[in-house]
Nanobody, 115 residues
Framework: QVQLVESGGGLVQPGGSLRLSCAASGIRFRIYAMGWYRQVPGKQRELVASISSLSNTNYADSVQGRFTISRDNAKNTMYLQMSSLKPEDTAVYYC?????????WGQGTQVTVSS
């Protein structure tokens, strides 16, 4: 059974930092490309950052320079270090794992940036 479990969300003030984690089980983690997406009510889910199986990274323009995605294949875990958070970063953040044959999603974790 495949599970992607996000953690680390919460309430933070503007300018603050959070680190999200995505723990994977039931997949050969090291062969999967991984990504963080986010969604706010009434809008489409958008890609925040991705990391390939070879650890090549890609970021949305809106988070470039503020967020860092990483993975630890020994721990089957992906991370998103978020700094200089803005109110517009408020969303549910989802973990995604995919290959050309399969895609899996986590249940999401809420991030709220507010004073």
């Amino acid at each position: 059974q495949v599970q992607l479990v996000e953690s680390g969300g919460g309430l933070v003030q503007p300018g603050g930092s959070l680190r999200l984690s995505c723990a994977a089980s039931g997949i050969r983690f090291r062969i999967y490309a991984m990504g963080w997406y986010r969604q706010v009510p009434g809008k489409q889910r958008e890609l925040v950052a991705s990391i390939s199986s070879l650890s090549n990274t890609n970021y949305a323009d809106s988070v470039q320079g503020r967020f860092t995605i990483s993975r630890d294949n020994a721990k089957n875990t992906m991370y998103l270090q978020m700094s200089s958070l803005k109110p517009e970063d408020t969303a549910v953040y989802y973990c995604n794992a995919h290959t050309t044959l399969s895609t899996f999603w986590g249940q999401g974790t809420q991030v709220t940036v507010s004073s």
